[in-house]
Protein backbone atom coordinates (compact mmCIF):
# COMPACT_ATOMS: atom_id res chain seq x y z
CA UNK A 1 0.00 0.00 0.00
CA UNK A 2 1.48 3.47 -0.95
CA UNK A 3 2.34 5.59 1.99
CA UNK A 4 -0.33 8.15 2.55
CA UNK A 5 1.31 12.02 2.62
CA UNK A 6 -0.24 14.50 5.03
CA UNK A 7 0.46 17.76 2.55
CA UNK A 8 -0.65 20.02 4.94
CA UNK A 9 1.34 18.48 7.55
CA UNK A 10 4.34 19.20 5.67
CA UNK A 11 3.61 22.90 5.15
CA UNK A 12 2.78 23.75 8.27
CA UNK A 13 6.60 21.87 9.76
CA UNK A 14 8.33 24.30 7.06
CA UNK A 15 6.16 26.73 8.72
CA UNK A 16 7.19 26.06 12.11
CA UNK A 17 10.48 26.30 10.87
CA UNK A 18 10.05 29.29 9.21
CA UNK A 19 8.89 30.82 12.29
CA UNK A 20 11.80 30.21 14.55
CA UNK A 21 14.88 30.73 12.36
CA UNK A 22 12.80 34.15 12.02
CA UNK A 23 12.91 34.69 15.82
CA UNK A 24 16.23 33.93 16.19
CA UNK A 25 17.50 35.93 13.68
CA UNK A 26 15.18 37.84 11.77
CA UNK A 27 13.72 37.56 8.36
CA UNK A 28 16.60 37.82 6.56
CA UNK A 29 18.27 34.51 8.05
CA UNK A 30 15.66 32.66 5.94
CA UNK A 31 16.89 30.62 3.24
CA UNK A 32 15.37 27.63 1.76
CA UNK A 33 18.42 25.87 2.61
CA UNK A 34 18.33 26.96 6.16
CA UNK A 35 14.34 25.86 6.35
CA UNK A 36 14.95 22.39 4.72
CA UNK A 37 17.93 22.02 7.72
CA UNK A 38 15.42 23.47 10.75
CA UNK A 39 12.47 21.37 9.22
CA UNK A 40 15.14 18.29 9.29
CA UNK A 41 14.21 17.66 5.67
CA UNK A 42 15.95 17.55 2.47
CA UNK A 43 15.97 20.53 -0.32
CA UNK A 44 13.93 19.13 -2.33
CA UNK A 45 10.70 18.45 -0.13
CA UNK A 46 10.61 22.35 0.52
CA UNK A 47 11.08 23.22 -3.20
CA UNK A 48 8.23 20.80 -4.15
CA UNK A 49 6.09 22.44 -1.71
CA UNK A 50 7.41 26.63 -2.76
CA UNK A 51 9.49 27.60 -5.44
CA UNK A 52 10.51 30.52 -4.59
CA UNK A 53 11.51 31.62 -0.96
CA UNK A 54 9.25 34.56 -1.28
CA UNK A 55 6.43 31.85 -1.37
CA UNK A 56 7.59 30.37 1.42
CA UNK A 57 8.15 33.17 3.47
CA UNK A 58 4.06 34.74 2.87
CA UNK A 59 3.01 31.26 3.30
CA UNK A 60 4.63 31.13 6.93
CA UNK A 61 3.39 34.75 7.69
CA UNK A 62 -0.41 34.53 6.80
CA UNK A 63 -0.13 31.18 8.66
CA UNK A 64 1.39 32.93 11.81
CA UNK A 65 -1.05 35.62 11.40
CA UNK A 66 -4.50 32.91 11.15
CA UNK A 67 -2.97 31.35 14.12
CA UNK A 68 -3.23 34.89 16.03
CA UNK A 69 -6.64 35.17 15.11
CA UNK A 70 -7.53 31.64 15.90
CA UNK A 71 -6.17 32.18 19.89
CA UNK A 72 -8.98 35.55 19.55
CA UNK A 73 -11.23 32.61 18.21
CA UNK A 74 -10.43 30.09 21.19
CA UNK A 75 -10.38 32.87 23.58
CA UNK A 76 -14.13 33.84 22.95
CA UNK A 77 -15.30 30.69 23.06
CA UNK A 78 -14.16 30.27 26.05
CA UNK A 79 -15.25 33.49 27.52
CA UNK A 80 -18.81 33.24 25.97
CA UNK A 81 -19.64 30.16 28.32
CA UNK A 82 -19.85 32.80 30.95
CA UNK A 83 -22.20 34.59 28.76
CA UNK A 84 -20.75 38.05 30.01
CA UNK A 85 -19.90 40.80 27.02
CA UNK A 86 -17.36 42.45 29.29
CA UNK A 87 -15.68 39.46 30.04
CA UNK A 88 -15.72 38.20 26.04
CA UNK A 89 -14.31 41.67 25.03
CA UNK A 90 -11.40 41.99 27.66
CA UNK A 91 -10.38 37.97 27.11
CA UNK A 92 -10.57 39.51 22.99
CA UNK A 93 -7.57 41.59 23.20
CA UNK A 94 -5.82 39.80 26.17
CA UNK A 95 -5.28 37.10 23.57
CA UNK A 96 -2.91 39.37 21.73
CA UNK A 97 -0.72 39.83 24.78
CA UNK A 98 1.11 36.70 24.29
CA UNK A 99 0.71 35.63 27.91
CA UNK A 100 2.45 32.12 27.29
CA UNK A 101 5.29 31.05 24.68
CA UNK A 102 3.41 30.29 21.82
CA UNK A 103 1.97 33.69 21.19
CA UNK A 104 4.82 35.48 22.23
CA UNK A 105 6.42 33.42 19.51
CA UNK A 106 4.07 34.55 17.06
CA UNK A 107 4.22 38.05 18.08
CA UNK A 108 8.20 38.49 17.85
CA UNK A 109 7.31 36.83 14.33
CA UNK A 110 4.93 39.71 13.31
CA UNK A 111 7.79 42.34 14.60
CA UNK A 112 10.26 40.42 12.59
CA UNK A 113 8.49 41.13 9.21
CA UNK A 114 7.38 44.79 9.81
CA UNK A 115 10.68 45.81 8.38
CA UNK A 116 9.75 43.79 5.19
CA UNK A 117 5.45 45.01 4.80
CA UNK A 118 7.59 48.83 4.34
CA UNK A 119 8.85 47.79 0.85
CA UNK A 120 6.21 44.78 -0.02
CA UNK A 121 3.13 45.55 -0.50
CA UNK A 122 1.99 41.37 -0.14
CA UNK A 123 3.47 41.26 2.87
CA UNK A 124 1.87 44.25 4.74
CA UNK A 125 -1.58 43.18 3.19
CA UNK A 126 -0.64 39.50 5.19
CA UNK A 127 -0.31 42.27 8.36
CA UNK A 128 -3.02 45.00 7.84
CA UNK A 129 -5.36 45.19 10.67
CA UNK A 130 -8.33 43.25 11.83
CA UNK A 131 -10.94 43.31 9.36
CA UNK A 132 -14.61 44.60 9.25
CA UNK A 133 -16.38 41.58 10.96
CA UNK A 134 -13.78 42.00 13.85
CA UNK A 135 -14.28 45.74 14.18
CA UNK A 136 -18.27 45.22 14.25
CA UNK A 137 -18.06 42.21 16.68
CA UNK A 138 -15.58 43.80 19.45
CA UNK A 139 -18.03 47.05 18.66
CA UNK A 140 -21.38 44.91 19.87
CA UNK A 141 -19.28 43.79 22.92
CA UNK A 142 -18.92 47.27 23.67
CA UNK A 143 -22.14 48.26 23.45
CA UNK A 144 -23.68 44.91 25.20
CA UNK A 145 -20.77 45.47 28.13
CA UNK A 146 -21.97 49.48 28.58
CA UNK A 147 -25.58 47.95 29.10
CA UNK A 148 -24.90 45.88 31.22
CA UNK A 149 -23.16 48.71 33.47
CA UNK A 150 -25.96 51.02 32.90
CA UNK A 151 -23.90 53.10 31.01
CA UNK A 152 -25.27 54.98 28.00
CA UNK A 153 -24.56 54.43 24.59
CA UNK A 154 -21.76 57.77 23.62
CA UNK A 155 -20.11 58.16 19.99
CA UNK A 156 -19.61 55.59 17.57
CA UNK A 157 -18.51 52.00 19.00
CA UNK A 158 -16.59 50.92 16.52
CA UNK A 159 -13.81 53.55 16.59
CA UNK A 160 -13.95 52.61 20.30
CA UNK A 161 -13.36 49.21 19.06
CA UNK A 162 -10.63 49.86 16.50
CA UNK A 163 -9.24 52.33 19.31
CA UNK A 164 -9.02 49.26 21.71
CA UNK A 165 -7.75 46.83 18.86
CA UNK A 166 -4.74 49.47 17.98
CA UNK A 167 -3.47 49.52 21.31
CA UNK A 168 -3.70 46.26 22.16
CA UNK A 169 -1.50 45.44 19.18
CA UNK A 170 0.90 48.13 20.35
CA UNK A 171 1.03 46.70 23.84
CA UNK A 172 1.45 42.96 21.97
CA UNK A 173 4.70 44.83 20.51
CA UNK A 174 5.76 45.81 23.54
CA UNK A 175 5.61 42.92 25.21
CA UNK A 176 7.28 40.82 22.06
CA UNK A 177 10.23 43.41 22.47
CA UNK A 178 10.32 42.91 25.93
CA UNK A 179 9.80 46.61 27.12
CA UNK A 180 6.78 45.95 28.79
CA UNK A 181 5.63 42.53 31.06
CA UNK A 182 2.32 40.63 29.69
CA UNK A 183 0.78 41.52 33.24
CA UNK A 184 1.76 45.05 33.04
CA UNK A 185 0.38 45.39 29.56
CA UNK A 186 -2.81 43.90 30.49
CA UNK A 187 -3.39 46.52 33.31
CA UNK A 188 -2.75 49.28 30.69
CA UNK A 189 -5.26 47.97 28.55
CA UNK A 190 -7.83 47.09 31.59
CA UNK A 191 -7.60 50.51 32.34
CA UNK A 192 -8.39 51.89 28.73
CA UNK A 193 -11.51 49.13 28.62
CA UNK A 194 -12.72 50.63 32.13
CA UNK A 195 -12.80 54.24 30.67
CA UNK A 196 -14.38 52.53 27.43
CA UNK A 197 -17.28 51.58 29.37
CA UNK A 198 -17.56 54.13 32.28
CA UNK A 199 -20.30 56.25 32.16
CA UNK A 200 -19.46 59.67 30.32
CA UNK A 201 -18.30 62.48 32.70
CA UNK A 202 -20.67 65.40 33.23
Partial sequence: MPKVVDHEERR??????????????????????????????????????????????????????????ARIEASVRAAGAEG??????????YAILARDEEGLRLLRLSVAVLGQAVSDPAMAAVLAPGDDALLTFTAGLIAAARAA???PARGDDRVAADICWTLATGLGVDVALGHRSPDAAKAVLDHHVDTVLAPPTA
Fill in 149 to 151: RGA
Fill in 84 to 93: DPETILRECL
Fill in 12 to 69: RRLAEAVWSLTVRGGLESVTLRRVAAEAGVSMGQVQHYYATRADLVADAVARAVRALD
